[in-house]
């Protein structure tokens, strides 16, 4: 079974902080996400990447940046952490096989707190 | 770009069977319909993926017309433990996109 660990459940901290959230993958996926999900709206695409050091913008991309060093990791990054930035973040990985339309699979979700 | 529609919620009793009907009228021609479920505190977790006529597998069945401008996902036989989030999703450019989801409530 494919495993996506986000390397925490629960984060909280404060506002301007610069934050790290880690996600790693253990079936060699090319494809990795990072997704927020607030009530009412859903999930929503933050950054993509389909390969090392290859990263695409998603639908809400202002406020972060990302990082793929290696293959198996994809760190989600906060600048500045703001408010509006409390929410469910989750990472996940796909393979390439049938392009975009591969199945995800998701971690767990970190729930971060921005006070 | 392509934009799915699901009702917003669906309330059902053990051992029935639910259909959720997801329309997505511009898909594209190379596209799949992929479904997920969701529990709370948890990520979603891919149910079944088609791409025309008739999948089933192990836990559900997904059907789509010939014209493929709708799917319906069919859970048979549904328990308590069925109670979840069920998202449709199609490709949006190069972007898989989640729509709002239907929240089904399985009662006893």
């Known amino acids: 079974d494919v495993k996506v660990t986000q390397s925490s459940r629960y984060l909280v901290k404060r506002t301007g902080e610069k934050v790290f959230l880690e996600c790693v993958q253990d079936?060699?996926?090319?494809?990795m996400f990072w997704y927020r999900q607030d009530p009412g709206l859903g999930l929503r695409l933050i950054y993509f990447s389909y390969d090392v050091k290859m990263k695409e913008k998603g639908d809400i991309p202002e406020g972060y940046s990302v990082s793929r060093e290696k293959k198996e990791r994809f760190s989600l990054i906060l600048e500045s952490a703001s408010t509006n930035q409390t929410s469910m973040y989750l990472c996940a990985s796909s393979p390439t096989g049938q392009g975009w339309d591969s199945p995800l699979h998701f971690g767990n979700g970190t729930r971060l707190t921005v006070t | 770009l392509a934009k799915t529609t699901q009702p917003i919620s669906m309330d059902s009793y053990e051992g029935q069977e639910v259909n959720i009907t997801c329309s997505h009228n511009?898909?594209?021609?190379?596209?799949?319909i992929t479904w997920y479920q969701q529990f709370p505190s948890q990520g979603p977790r891919f149910i079944i993926q088609?791409?025309?006529t008739k999948v089933t597998n192990e836990v559900a069945s997904l059907f789509i017309p010939a014209d493929r401008k709708s799917s319906t996902l069919s859970l048979p036989r549904v328990s308590l433990s069925d109670t979840a989030v069920y998202y449709c999703l199609i490709l949006a450019g190069n972007k898989l996109t989640f729509g709002g989801g239907t929240r089904v409530l399985v009662k006893p």
């Open positions: 088609g791409y025309k």
């Open positions: 511009n898909i594209a021609t190379n596209d799949y």
């Open positions: 079936m060699d996926h090319e494809n």
